[in-house]
């Protein structure tokens, strides 16, 4: 043997580990190309309904807190915001505010409607006529200004 060959079970392991440093490095690049990808979907959504609270005259959160909280397909609010759970919840935040045998319903305010009807229209827009028809079994009124 001399001294620049090396034994071919020396060459057979460098083979291995090359193999595996590439499938690793092609693996995070998959992982990151994917995490790109949605959190482009998720802030152009953001964007788009930060512009609509703000052409409707409501308060809007910066593009990446509305990000964050609803990600690229609407979180919580696009589950099934005609469900039964749901609109108890809905329900619920329209009250006055005590809990127990003190918790009264109240003439609900208009624009929190407006704001999670803005957002169904963004993330789910499919799901947007049942939000609306479940809006007509409320009294709303513009409460706050």
Partial sequence: MTTGDAPDRTRHWIYLTAAGLL????????????AIKENTAANSKAEQLRNDLLAAGLPAPEPE??????????????????SPLIRARYQ??????????????VIGPRAATEATALTIAVYCPDRLPDYLSHLDTLQL????K
């Fill in 92 to 105: 619920a935040s329209l009250s006055n505010g005590a809990s127990g045998p003190g918790q009264r319903p």
């Fill in 23 to 34: 499938v690793v490095f092609a693996l995070i690049g998959l992982f990151t190309f994917s």
């Fill in 65 to 82: 807190v509305i990000a964050a909280a609803l990600g690229d397909d609407g979180g919580s609010v696009c589950q099934d915001p005609s």
């Fill in 141 to 144: 009124d513009d409460t706050t």
